[in-house]
């Protein structure tokens, strides 16, 4: 295999040098810069095979200069660079394109494990496009994890939303819950599956773009215009057009999407002819649509036009029995692509797993496990290899440590009744999860369900 090059975005300059010494004795060529003005030019220029770019920079956030770099369409393999703790911005730099993060601090056999997998990736990156492209992988209902009650409702209502032709659909949930997946596997189980499904993300554009985007544009239409372009509406015909991000539309672009809802037509730019289509359109957000409707920065119309099925994916930590599932079905998948053997996680790890919040959701875990595949050695996914914000989750207090006077009412209490209300709100904190909720209150599990179906729980 040729040279790699690596390029090192990093106001630290320490850490520059660090990379610059251990990976040029690798056999890597290495580039670093400091500032992110540099990091663009000599992405450019020097157009390196895998980029490490820190967050924090004096005058640019990475966060800001990622897009720039992906949208230069090269090949490169980004890695991103945060501080511990900030795992929102990590997973905006995922969404924004990066392959992976890394948590500051790290130490070297992190980076070695990244490294090992991209150069896995690059070098099996040319097959990989022409098997792609000759038999993509159709996301499926049987690739969505749902082993809780609200999981298995939403697929439900996805399938029979599959075989109502042209309905819209919007999904709403929290960032990495599983909106773009549920989309995806409308689409390849409805019979539109061997037509177009594209996506458009309503944030990342500008909306004169946008618009262009969309509906296309006729020669001249615009100083820019210098042939016809046809629209994704168009493109998407028969097919599916999955409006990613939709509460971030500006209000002229919303009136248009209307019109095609409600009409199913739509112009050009810079043209006055009607133009047809078939379409289903599946929105997504992770916004408040009442608020941003009570706030008028979205139609009301277009809400109600576009919920015609509305699936609201609750966060995991709602639906912690989703978890123990999740993380199987991740161990084999990361077995599969990084030629590991892991068998799963030891019990102490998936305690873990299971009381942590997870505030990137079902994204989160998905990274979490793959790093730990990495790193790990041993046949089980140990403790020590989940990162700290998991590790430092706070451990259950047994019920046997409480003591504390409670105020008792003078007009006496009912026993049955602070006996139910515990249990009720051990399970809420436990995400329904039963075997969680039984060692949260130190009792078996038969116990719990015996308790359970007394109090009709
Ligand atoms: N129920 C599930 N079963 C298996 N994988 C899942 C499930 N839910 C989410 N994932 C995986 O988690 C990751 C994040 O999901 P996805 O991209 O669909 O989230 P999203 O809701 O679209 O997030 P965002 O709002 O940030 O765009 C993906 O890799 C997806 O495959
Ligand atoms: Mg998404």
Same mark, same amino acid.
């Given at each position: 295999?040729?040279?790699?090059?690596?390029?090192?975005?990093?106001?630290?300059?320490?850490?520059?040098?660090?990379?610059?010494?251990?990976?040029?004795?690798?056999?890597?060529?290495?580039?670093?810069?400091?500032?992110?003005?540099?990091?663009?030019?000599?992405?450019?220029?020097?157009?390196?095979?895998?980029?490490?770019?820190?967050?924090?920079?004096?005058?640019?956030?990475?966060?800001?200069?990622?897009?720039?770099?992906?949208?230069?369409?090269?090949?490169?393999?980004?890695?991103?660079?945060?501080?511990?703790?900030?795992?929102?911005?990590?997973?905006?730099?995922?969404?924004?394109?990066?392959?992976?993060?890394?948590?500051?601090?790290?130490?070297?056999?992190?980076?070695?494990?990244?490294?090992? @997998?991209?150069?896995?990736?690059?070098?099996?990156?040319?097959?990989?496009?022409?098997?792609?492209?000759?038999?993509?992988?159709?996301?499926?209902?049987?690739?969505?994890?749902?082993?809780?009650?609200?999981?298995?409702?939403?697929?439900?209502?996805?399938? @029979?939303?599959?075989?109502?032709?042209?309905?819209?659909?919007?999904?709403?949930?929290?960032?990495?819950?599983?909106?773009?997946?549920?989309?995806?596997?409308?689409?390849?189980?409805?019979?539109?599956?061997?037509?177009?499904?594209?996506?458009?993300?309503?944030?990342?554009?500008?909306?004169?773009?946008?618009?262009?985007?969309?509906?296309?544009?006729?020669?001249?239409?615009?100083?820019?215009?210098?042939?016809?372009?046809?629209?994704?509406?168009?493109?998407?015909?028969?097919?599916?057009?999955?409006?990613?991000?939709?509460?971030?539309?500006?209000?002229?672009?919303?009136?248009?999407?209307?019109?095609?809802?409600?009409?199913?037509?739509?112009?050009?730019?810079?043209?006055?002819?009607?133009?047809?289509?078939?379409?289903?359109?599946?929105?997504?957000?992770?916004?408040?649509?009442?608020?941003?409707?009570?706030?008028?920065?979205?139609?009301?119309?277009?809400?109600?036009?576009?919920?015609?099925?509305?699936?609201?994916?609750?966060?995991?930590?709602?639906?912690?029995?989703?978890?123990?599932?999740?993380?199987?079905?991740?161990?084999?998948?990361?077995?599969?692509?990084?030629?590991?053997?892991?068998?799963?996680?030891?019990?102490?790890?998936?305690?873990?797993?299971?009381?942590?919040?997870?505030?990137?959701?079902?994204?989160?875990?998905?990274?979490?496990?793959?790093?730990?595949?990495?790193?790990?050695?041993?046949?089980?996914?140990?403790?020590?290899?989940?990162?700290?914000?998991?590790?430092?989750?706070?451990?259950?207090?047994?019920?046997?440590?409480?003591?504390?006077?409670?105020?008792?009412?003078?007009?006496?209490?009912?026993?049955?009744?602070?006996? @139910?209300?515990?249990?009720?709100?051990?399970?809420?904190?436990?995400?329904?999860?039963?075997?969680?909720?039984?060692?949260?209150?130190?009792?078996?599990?038969?116990?719990?369900?015996?308790?359970?179906?007394?109090?009709?729980?």
């Amino acid at each position: 295999m040729r040279k790699l090059k690596i390029l090192i975005i990093d106001d630290e300059k320490l850490i520059g040098w660090t990379f610059q010494q251990k990976l040029s004795k690798k056999g890597y060529e290495v580039l670093t810069t400091d500032s992110a003005e540099e990091g663009l030019e000599l992405f450019q220029r020097e157009d390196p095979d895998i980029v490490f770019l820190d967050n924090k920079l004096p005058k640019m956030q990475g966060l800001e200069l990622l897009p720039k770099l992906t949208s230069l369409n090269k090949e490169a393999v980004l890695v991103f660079m945060t501080a511990y703790g900030s795992i929102d911005t990590a997973i905006k730099a995922i969404k924004y394109g990066a392959y992976d993060y890394i948590a500051k601090p790290f130490n070297f056999n992190e980076i070695d494990a990244v490294l090992g @997998k991209i150069k896995e990736k690059i070098s099996t990156g040319n097959e990989l496009k022409i098997l792609r492209s000759n038999q993509p992988v159709k996301i499926g209902f049987s690739n969505i994890i749902s082993q809780s009650k609200s999981m298995k409702d939403i697929i439900d209502l996805a399938k @029979k939303i599959c075989t109502s032709d042209a309905c819209s659909v919007l999904l709403m949930g929290e960032s990495g819950t599983g909106k773009d997946l549920i989309a995806k596997a409308i689409h390849n189980e409805s019979n539109r599956k061997d037509k177009p499904f594209v996506t458009i993300n309503c944030s990342s554009l500008p909306e004169t773009l946008l618009e262009s985007e969309l509906f296309g544009h006729e020669r001249g239409a615009f100083t820019d215009a210098h042939k016809q372009k046809k629209g994704l509406f168009e493109i998407a015909d028969q097919g599916t057009v999955f409006l990613d991000e939709i509460g971030e539309a500006s209000l002229s672009v919303q009136v248009k999407l209307l019109n095609i809802i409600e009409n199913r037509v739509f112009r050009r730019i810079g043209n006055t002819k009607d133009i047809n289509v078939d379409i289903r359109i599946i929105a997504a957000t992770n916004q408040d649509i009442a608020s941003l409707i009570k706030t008028k920065r979205f139609r009301y119309d277009l809400y109600y036009r576009l919920k015609v099925f509305q699936i609201d994916i609750p966060p995991l930590r709602e639906r912690k029995e989703d978890i123990p599932q999740l993380i199987k079905y991740f161990i084999n998948y990361f077995n599969k692509t990084l030629r590991k053997n892991i068998l799963g996680v030891t019990k102490e790890a998936e305690e873990l797993l299971c009381m942590y919040d997870w505030p990137g959701n079902v994204r989160e875990l998905r990274n979490i496990i793959e790093h730990a595949i990495i790193l790990e050695t041993n046949e089980t996914v140990q403790k020590e290899h989940l990162p700290i914000e998991i590790k430092e989750t706070e451990a259950p207090i047994a019920i046997g440590a409480v003591d504390k006077w409670f105020d008792i009412p003078n007009e006496g209490f009912s026993l049955y009744d602070v006996e @139910k209300a515990i249990i009720k709100q051990t399970l809420y904190k436990a995400g329904n999860n039963q075997t969680l909720t039984a060692k949260l209150m130190n009792v078996s599990r038969d116990t719990l369900r015996y308790k359970m179906k007394k109090y009709n729980l």
